[in-house]
């Protein structure tokens, strides 16, 4: 369980990182368009910096110290510790499948486009 408190941990400072940055682009966004005036608190950092970062650091605190969030975490982590991971030849090999077959569908529909746009000219008289 102490590897998966690990990855948890990580998880969480990625997602605050994450909050960070979307809560500082919304909050200068709505700041910008109120046409607010920056408010320097302590130095460069100004108040839409300052709310962002204590909405991120709130949220990691309270997912951290949440029990129903750290059961779930630990559930997935484990689940993924099951997933098996493709090689890089499978990777290869079903990435030539996708392209392979995307070029075959694309030329079937393209003669089908083809056809019909001659028959629906003859029918229309395009």
Do not use: C, H, Q
């Not at 005036?37 to 951290?64: K, S």
């Not at 003669?111 to 229309?124: E, K, N, R």
């Amino acid at each position: 369980m102490n590897t998966n408190r690990k990855w948890i941990a990580l998880g969480l400072v990625l997602l605050g990182i994450i909050g960070y940055w979307l809560f500082g682009n919304m909050l200068a966004g709505i700041w910008s368009l109120a046409k607010l005036r920056e408010v320097p608190i302590a130095g460069p950092v100004d108040l839409p910096t300052l709310l962002a970062a204590v909405i991120a650091l709130g949220g990691v605190a309270y997912l951290y110290r949440s029990k129903k969030f750290n059961e779930w975490a630990g559930e997935v982590t484990v689940e993924l510790k099951k997933v098996t991971w493709p090689t890089i030849k499978e990777t290869r090999a079903s990435t030539v499948v996708v392209i392979v077959v995307t070029f075959i569908v694309s030329v079937f529909l393209g003669l089908f486009d083809f056809v019909w746009s001659g028959v629906t000219d003859l029918i229309y008289g395009g």
